[in-house]
């Protein structure tokens, strides 16, 4: 079986992030693979242990993205794609145009990603990938069994699950729950090292920059309004629940 | 020179980190409250290969080097320490002794399994009388045709009890003093080998640490590491990696400490501001900081020494001594800043103050390493 697994690179979820110049600062925050992926990454391990086959990891990102790529390979993927757009300034159908055009160069029988990312979250390029390589697409899977020609997925859905079937090659996104994620062996860290790892730029995948410029552009970032210190109603029980309830109704206004 | 970790370094030590924070840290309280360790968290280490990281691959290891290995063990030091020990000791003390000095018959049957975290390593130094003197251990062992009777007893063995593979270091001839000194690798289930009291400890409290019994032990000579007489310089030669481990252990539970301290300074209000906002706390971290990044350096520095086949006695000494001693008073101050909550087991860091003095002592006492270095400038 040939399985792609689609990874990115963002920001750990424990990071502070703070704004420099109206942009996210990169300064002293440490970079992880994005959670999503790496349950599509483990689900791609199991289904090439299962079926035998490899293991393609793709990415786009700078450079320094190569380090989720050896993590997928540390864990156990076979080889790894890193193409890098040569700009920042990328949106959604920059990431699957490009994404599409490296995975097109493969064999691939089913292709795994994160449902999204967890910093923009914007769970989009997975579904465009598909949309580019006209597969179909089962998202926000907790459960997979593949094999033959086809995928039976277990999906959440609003309110509940769906068990849906797809012909293979289809995408399939991660939702957590999927799997738990096997920490990379020491053995796994060093074969890392020695497994092919393609870096690219945007002509070795035949696209050029017109064809991938960004069509979303973000205006500002904002952050959320800092937590306002807690309140400690001091007195009675009986008064202290009197003080609480008028403060949540005329303070607070949530009653 | 250059002070920037390999690709492999840095996925190892960020490997470590999330196993440790993710399935060690929720443990390691009610571990140190028990006196016990999970050692389901044992199979885990082995089955990511945490059990024989120096060790080549054709031994079960995964082939990296020694500062990759102080790394690990500072990550797991900096979440839990005596997870640290069990696989300090069983690594620099029960499987390099094998790897350095056994046969390939007994590397074959002893360090493969240990290496892969089949079994579980030990070393048996110190005794009542004996222990960085380790020409004077009185364990004896008399041949018997193809065998050696061995009687007497070994104290504070980490890894004990639960261990499966014990390296013994015993005296073939006491006349000889430490020429007169033998290893063996001697295994759990011997007739003769038991074990005696568990020790009920400070620090590291997890960790297991027996005292043990051999009476009339009959251990075949096949299983003597090296040759006779050559007992002594096993315990060295082991005690001088052993060393680069318990410096990256105490500097472990040091870094953790001040991550603990340096977190909490800024949420603890006193009036109306973190405490972190007075220059006595300031200073109080800042030396913190300072000193761990130092006794980092010395530890990571002798590794390098061992990874680069040069001599690193000195340096292995220097670097337990100062990542001790830091450990020790890093841990103190963290207690400090916490207050009355750092003297509550409700928060990790009397923990981490308990286990931080065992790095002061065991594998050579901070007055021993003092020597080791006076006697490597003075000569």
Sequence with gaps: ?255 | MNFKLTEEQELLRKTVRDFAENEIGPKAAEMDEKEDYDWSLWDKMADMGLTGIVFPEKYGGAEMDYVSYALAVEELARVDASSSVVIAAHTSLCSWPIYAFGNEEQKQRFLVPLAEGKKLGALGLTEPSAGSDAGAVKLSAVADGNDYILNGTKTFITNGGKGDIYVVVVSTDKAKKHRGTAAFVVEKGTPGFTFGKKEHKLGIRASYTYELVFENCRVPKENMLASDGDGFKVAMATLDGGRISIAAQAVGIAQGAYEQALAYSKIREQFGRPISANQGIQWMLADMHTRVEAARLLTLHSAYLRDAGEPHTKESAMAKLYAAECSMWVTVKAVQIFGGYGYSREYPVERMMRDAKITEIYEGTSEVQRIVISNSILR
């Design chain 1, 1 to 255: 079986m040939k399985i792609v697994a689609l990874v990115k690179q963002t920001f750990d979820s424990e990071a502070k992030i703070a704004l420099e110049g109206g942009k996210i600062g990169r300064q002293g925050i440490s970079l992880i693979m994005n959670p999503y992926d790496e349950y599509a990454v483990e689900e791609a391990l199991k289904l090439k242990e299962k079926n035998g086959g490899e293991v393609t990891v793709v990415t786009v990102g700078p450079d320094e993205a190569t380090e989720a790529v050896r993590q997928a390979l540390a864990m156990g993927a076979d080889q790894g794609i890193l193409v890098n757009p040569g700009t920042e300034d990328i949106d959604e159908s920059t990431v699957a145009t490009i994404l599409a055009k490296a995975v097109s160069s493969l064999e691939y029988d089913i292709i795994l990603g994160g449902f999204r990312a967890i910093d923009d979250g914007s769970a989009q390029v997975a579904g465009r990938v598909a949309e580019i390589l006209n597969l179909p697409v089962v998202n926000m899977v907790t459960k997979l069994e593949a094999d033959g020609g086809k995928a039976v997925a277990t999906a959440d859905i609003e309110g509940g699950s769906a068990v849906m079937e797809v012909p293979l090659p289809a995408v399939i996104t991660a939702q957590k729950g999927l799997n738990e994620p096997r920490y990379p062996s020491m053995k796994g860290i060093m074969q890392a090292k020695k497994k092919p790892l393609k870096k690219m730029g945007l002509g070795d995948v035949s696209l050029d920059a017109s064809q991938v410029a960004a069509k979303v552009k973000v205006l500002n970032y904002s952050l959320p309004p800092a937590r306002a210190a807690g309140k400690v109603i001091p007195g009675e029980p009986a008064e202290a629940a009197a003080a609480l309830a008028k403060a949540l109704r005329e303070e607070a206004k949530i009653i």
